[in-house]
């Protein structure tokens, strides 16, 4: 069974910086797209995903802020967050794009304006 494990996240001011890291474990993301989502109360949203040859795409909340990445021989999946507004603290979490593995525990990220 696959298993997704998520790290990194915290408190960060306004402007500042975080790097979330998203370990599998139990099965191999080298031929998957990868996302991550992030939920606030009542609702999850995916913000960034990754095709196997690397390319990035996001939405428009995050484009130009956030670089999803990926180390296929570690098995990871990364998301480095840079100029962090309040609007951006939530639950972050990583999966598949389709069809979703088992979520795991989430990052929380937590923006003070």
């Known amino acids: 069974q696959v298993q997704l494990v998520e790290s990194g996240g915290g408190d960060a001011q306004a402007g500042g910086s975080l790097k979330l890291s998203c370990e599998v474990s139990g099965g191999s993301i080298r031929l998957t797209r990868m996302a991550w989502y992030r939920q606030i109360p009542y609702k999850r949203e995916l913000i960034a995903y990754i095709?196997?040859?690397?390319?990035?795409h996001y939405t428009d909340a995050v484009k130009d802020r956030f670089i999803i990445s990926r180390d296929n021989a570690k098995n990871a999946v990364y998301l480095q967050m840079s100029d962090l507004r309040f609007e951006d603290t939530a639950v972050y979490y990583c999966?598949?794009?389709?069809?979703?593995?088992?979520w795991g525990p989430g990052a929380r990220v937590t923006v003070a304006s």
């Open positions: 095709f196997e040859d690397g390319s990035g």
């Open positions: 999966n598949q794009i389709s069809p979703h593995w088992e």
